[in-house]
């Protein structure tokens, strides 16, 4: 545990320590409690500022023309756009070689967006279209074209000894040898990538931007504008959403940095949903082949898995070089990627892991069924250490496990409905590091203000930011403002791995410790009580031995000069830790006669160390199960292999959960994790696509191995079995 100790001896005196360090969680008055959003009323009210929202003088508008089919020799003539009134520019963004689905081509600027697309509809537009693979089946048939130079499937990665694993499924008392598949996924953030590039010649512009990462902007540009990263300022006030898509300027800024250099105006550039769809990125999508073996009393003894990702003209994404959580005592496992010609996946919420989380866990529940054995006991018995018992135990009991009649067989039905209940787990790192630069300063007001450059993605951030000090200095969280979101302000780490709340949070705390030591020591002269006898509570200073010698908040403040005072707070070891884990329940109701399958409730248990906003927590752990939820009955993106269109490059075609298909959620902080901060939101989303394919199954022996889980899998599934 890293300390700093602030030490003053006085005659007589005991010597008072203070340490930089978490308080004791009962002795918290703000963190660790239910704390409403800082910004909770700017959002709700319409206030509150997104790039999209962006206004400034003399701006245009700009939208890009993408490649409409998967592969393409594209020649493009720009003079009929620039014939219209209103357009203001035109420019290519790709130039020559074959382009693919969603590729952003060209760019128009224009006095009105309306204006703009009709710039893009003028642009002449000549295909040559070229053999291409879209999708798995393409991409490794015998006659398949090349995606890349070097072929469609890469290099293997391989873990374990396949000799020594397959000899343990031979000797297993039960196998299951099954494909998993799941589709690829859209990040479908509401606010689509875009920015506002404000530069109208000189040495300075301003980019707002929707970003994950407020540092990652003002150097790439500053490339396309001439400029060094010294003269980029970025804005990131709001942002709706980026799930692991929004880490750099991307093709869009390039384009509207070009177009602002060009006429010396600011440019608003924000993607339509189709574009969204086909150049922002996605989750990769993945096969599985898996064969596994288990012993009659519960031991997972062999693991051998084939395992495919789909990343487009990328690799995708899958974790680890062995079997997922759970402990097998043989397993080989054997990667690779299939590449088509369609847009390259991003990281998105939890890169991978509900890939594997999915097969993996469909794998697990197969063979405790093969062997008649507990799903939830065979769970518990196959993972190490304690805390997935204790999580698993804790949402089987908010589900109803132990009043359920399918315990090692799927049930019966009744009037043709079926219902079920199945299990998942999870894993992330949510560990921090060095990064971030925080300032607090006090003024003699009364006003405490926390300053930091890092944005918000919807998580929280400005809120335990605001706590944080509010903890430190013994006020309500109402009396801190958090200024966040502007490359003026302290560096901080870009938002990824849920990896801010780790970083961010040790650099804030040691921000307000700094000074709140110097406030103390400001005060022990006014006051004449040694600073280290000093306690910050309940908006008054007071000396702990004498408590009726305090002033109140305003009247300490008033103490000092005309400047306040100010600190400066860095990441320190020791006020963040990482390795989370967490378990999710679910039940559904499977009607038969449909194929339907609606969830009736879901549960989950996390961990993250010490929680900062109780209900932020519970928030983030709800909004991975909707989002899960969402994954495992609904998304999926659409190709048409024949003709190369994108056919649900919409929020009309491109389903994903609404209110009607939301269940009841239980959302449960493990406070049994006495570890310091950690952030957890990304294993949220990893393990109820899982728990709910699983009920599916616990509910009529219908067992779909490939997601979404549409009613015809369903209904198909169930006459497999009868």
């Not at 589709?183 to 010649?201: F, N």
């Not at 990667?335 to 509900?354: E, F, I």
Request: glycine letters at 12%.
């Amino acid at each position: 545990m890293a300390a700093r100790k602030s030490r003053r001896k006085e005659a007589g005196d005991v010597e008072a320590v203070s340490e930089l360090a978490w308080p004791p969680r009962g002795d918290l008055a703000v963190l660790n409690h239910d704390l409403r959003r800082v910004d909770g009323p700017a959002k709700i009210s319409g206030r509150a500022r997104y790039t999209h929202d962006v206004r400034l003088p003399g701006m245009v508008y700009a939208r890009v023309l993408t490649c409409p089919i998967p592969r393409a020799e594209v020649t493009l003539d720009l003079e009929p756009a620039r014939k219209i009134p209103g357009v203001e520019a035109v420019i290519a963004l790709a130039e020559g070689g074959t382009k693919w689905l969603g590729q952003p081509l060209a760019a128009v600027a224009a006095s009105t967006p309306e204006i703009a697309e009709d710039g893009i509809r003028a642009i002449r537009v000549k295909l040559e279209p070229k053999p291409w693979a879209v999708d798995r089946a393409q991409a490794t048939a015998e006659d398949a074209p090349k995606v890349l130079k070097d072929g469609n499937l890469s290099k293997e990665n391989t873990s374990g000894d396949e000799t020594e694993a397959r000899a343990a499924l031979t000797s297993a008392d039960q196998s299951v040898e099954a494909t998993y598949t799941l589709p690829v996924q859209h990040h479908v953030c509401l606010e689509t990538h875009g920015v506002v590039v404000d530069y109208r010649g000189g040495d300075e512009a301003t980019v707002y931007c929707s970003t994950q990462g407020t540092f990652t902007v003002p150097e790439s540009a500053a490339r396309e504008l001439g400029l060094k990263a010294s003269q980029v300022t970025t804005i990131v006030e709001h942002m709706g959403g980026g799930f692991g898509s929004k880490f750099d300027l991307g093709t869009e800024g390039a384009a509207a940095c070009r177009l602002a250099k060009a006429l010396g105006k600011p440019v608003h550039l924000m993607f339509s949903r189709a574009d969204e769809f086909g150049a922002a990125g996605n989750r990769s999508g993945s096969r599985q082949v898996l064969h596994g073996g288990a012993s009659q009393d519960g031991r997972l003894v062999a693991l051998v898995g084939d395992i495919e990702k789909l990343g487009g003209l990328q690799g995708g994404s899958f974790p680890g070089r062995g079997p997922y959580i759970y402990s097998v005592e043989k397993s080989f496992l054997r990667v690779r990627s299939v590449y088509t010609n369609t847009d390259v996946a991003r990281a998105m919420r939890a890169p991978g892991h509900p890939q594997a989380s999915f097969g993996m866990e469909s794998l697990v529940d197969e063979l405790a069924y093969a062997i008649g054995m507990d799903p939830l006991e065979f769970r518990k018995k196959n993972l190490k250490g304690p805390v997935y018992a204790r999580q698993l135990d804790a949402v089987a009991r908010e589900i109803g496990w132990a009043q359920h009649p399918n315990k090692v067989a799927p049930g019966a039905l009744k009037d043709g409905m079926g219902v079920g209940i199945g299990f998942a787990v999870s894993t992330w790192g949510g560990g921090g590091g060095e990064g971030c630069e925080v300032d607090v300063r006090i003024d003699r007001d009364g006003g405490v203000t926390a300053s930091v450059g890092t944005q918000d993605l919807g998580t929280g951030t400005r809120t335990y930011v605001a706590a944080i000090v509010a903890e430190e200095l013994g006020l309500p969280i109402e009396s801190v403002t958090a200024r966040i979101g502007d490359s003026r302000l302290g560096r901080a780490t870009p938002s990824g791995g849920s990896t801010t709340t780790a970083s961010l949070a040790p650099a804030v705390k040691d921000a307000a410790y700094k000074a709140r030591t110097l406030f103390a020591e400001r005060l022990s002269r006014a006051m004449d009580v040694p600073a280290e006898r000093l306690r910050f509570s309940s908006g008054r200073i007071a000396d702990e031995r004498d408590p009726k010698r305090a002033l109140s908040w305003k009247q300490a403040c008033g103490e000092l000069g005309g400047d306040g005072l100010s600190a400066r707070g860095t990441f320190q070891p020791g006020l963040s830790s990482n390795g989370v884990h967490g378990a999710q329940a679910a039940k559904v109701r499977v009607d038969t006669l449909t194929g339907r399958v609606q969830v009736l409730k879901m549960a989950a248990m996390q961990d993250c160390g010490l929680p900062l906003n109780r209900m932020a927590i519970r928030s983030q752990i709800q909004g991975g199960m909707v989002q899960a939820l969402s994954y495992g009955l609904l998304e999926e993106r659409v190709i048409d292999s024949v003709s190369g269109w994108a056919l649900n490059a919409n929020l009309e075609d491109y389903k994903v959960a609404h209110a009607s298909e939301i269940p009841e959620m239980v959302a449960l902080i493990d406070d049994e994790d006495t570890r310091p901060v950690i952030g957890f939101s990304e294993a949220a989303v990893i393990p109820g696509h899982g728990a709910i394919a699983n009920a599916v199954y616990n509910a009529c022996g219908a067992r779909v191995r490939d997601l979404p889980l549409t009613p015809d899998k369903v209904l198909a599934a169930l006459g497999r079995v009868g």
